[in-house]
């Protein structure tokens, strides 16, 4: 049963949170009693999201937001100080995963560029502005989202190193912020069923048994995750990542498939 007043009181803002894992995080967070602020380069399908939250009765407002652009992230992060009167929480959701480009031909420089100034730089330029509110607070945590393509290779080598990046800026920027009792954390998620991998049945239909927990993940199942690390029963919890994958990468399911075959344990 969802605890209704985990989050009472508290201001948030996500990014990128027009649609999938973002939408889910705004849901969860403003079902336990937050206000929430949705953001996201598609400003009209933020309005869109949040307007759904408010017909559920929940606190929502949305904001058009840009995470590569400076400024358009200092309006965002305003705006959710100037409307609820705090910040208390950031989540990170926005990204941009080019599909890989031919790395022994001829690889385009804007492609690398693109994924490293959303995914990477933009999670920076949030938590920039947001920090100096977050600490005001007394209460304040950042929960980035990074991916599995952070911890192993799963292809698409820009977005992949740019989310191993946000495991270094999380453990730097807990430890800084840390003295502020700012929380900082990330989760790092394997196979989501989200827009991401609309029309794309087959191969979620092929990934399925690498995932020792039988199913791909849900929007919810991560939203979960980062509605803890938020919450104060983390409130001991920083510089973690915490890694909601149905056991993906723990388990080498490759070589367990091997072992039976072999009439292995
Ligand atoms: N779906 C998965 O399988 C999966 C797996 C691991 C990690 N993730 C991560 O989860 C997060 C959310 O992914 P998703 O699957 O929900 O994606 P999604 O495509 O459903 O939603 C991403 C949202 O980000 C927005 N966005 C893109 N560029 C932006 C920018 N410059 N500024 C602000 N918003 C921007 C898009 O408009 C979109 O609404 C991402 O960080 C992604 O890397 C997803």
Same mark, same amino acid.
């Given at each position: 049963?969802?605890?209704?007043?985990?989050?009472?009181?508290?201001?948030?803002?996500?990014?990128?949170?027009?649609?999938?894992?973002?939408?889910?995080?705004?849901?969860?967070?403003?079902?336990?009693?937050?206000?929430?602020?949705?953001?996201?380069?598609?400003?009209?399908?933020?309005?869109?999201?949040? @307007?759904?939250?408010?017909?559920?009765?929940?606190?929502?407002?949305?904001?058009?937001?840009? #995470?590569?652009?400076?400024?358009?992230?200092? +309006?965002?992060?305003?705006?959710?100080?100037?409307?609820?009167?705090?910040?208390?929480?950031?989540?990170? @959701?926005?990204? @941009?995963?080019?599909?890989?480009?031919?790395?022994?031909?001829?690889?385009?420089?804007?492609?690398?560029?693109?994924?490293?100034?959303?995914?990477?730089?933009?999670?920076?330029?949030?938590?920039?502005?947001?920090?100096?509110?977050? +600490?005001?607070?007394?209460?304040?945590?950042?929960? *980035?989202?990074?991916? #599995? *393509?952070?911890?192993?290779?799963?292809?698409?080598?820009?977005?992949?190193?740019?989310?191993?990046?946000?495991?270094?800026?999380?453990?730097?920027?807990?430890?800084?912020?840390?003295?502020?009792?700012?929380? #900082? *954390?990330?989760?790092?998620?394997?196979?989501?069923?989200?827009?991401?991998?609309?029309?794309?049945?087959?191969?979620?239909?092929?990934?399925?048994?690498?995932?020792?927990?039988?199913?791909?993940?849900?929007?919810?199942?991560?939203?979960?995750?980062?509605?803890?690390?938020?919450?104060?029963?983390?409130?001991?919890?920083?510089?973690?990542?915490?890694?909601?994958?149905?056991?993906?990468?723990? #388990?080498?399911?490759?070589?367990?498939?091997?072992?039976?075959?072999?009439?292995?344990?």
């Amino acid at each position: 049963m969802t605890d209704t007043t985990r989050f009472a009181g508290y201001g948030v803002l996500i990014t990128g949170a027009a649609r999938g894992i973002g939408a889910a995080v705004a849901r969860r967070l403003a079902e336990e009693g937050a206000r929430v602020l949705v953001t996201d380069v598609d400003g009209p399908e933020a309005e869109k999201t949040a @307007s759904k939250l408010r017909e559920s009765g929940l606190t929502a407002r949305a904001s058009a937001c840009d #995470v590569a652009d400076r400024a358009s992230v200092e +309006a965002a992060v305003a705006h959710a100080v100037d409307t609820f009167g705090s910040l208390d929480v950031l989540v990170n @959701s926005a990204a @941009s995963c080019t599909p890989d480009t031919p790395l022994f031909e001829d690889g385009p420089d804007e492609a690398w560029a693109r994924d490293l100034d959303v995914t990477l730089t933009g999670t920076y330029r949030c938590c920039r502005a947001a920090l100096p509110h977050l +600490a005001a607070g007394g209460r304040g945590a950042i929960v *980035n989202i990074g991916s #599995v *393509n952070g911890l192993q290779d799963f292809g698409n080598h820009a977005y992949s190193a740019a989310k191993a990046g946000l495991g270094s800026l999380t453990r730097t920027l807990a430890g800084h912020a840390a003295s502020r009792a700012v929380r #900082v *954390n990330l989760v790092t998620p394997g196979t989501v069923r989200t827009s991401a991998w609309e029309g794309r049945e087959a191969e979620l239909d092929a990934i399925r048994p690498l995932y020792p927990l039988g199913r791909v993940g849900e929007p919810e199942d991560i939203a979960a995750a980062v509605a803890f690390l938020a919450s104060r029963d983390a409130a001991w919890i920083t510089g973690t990542t915490l890694t909601v994958d149905g056991g993906l990468t723990a #388990v080498n399911t490759g070589f367990h498939v091997g072992t039976r075959q072999r009439g292995g344990a």
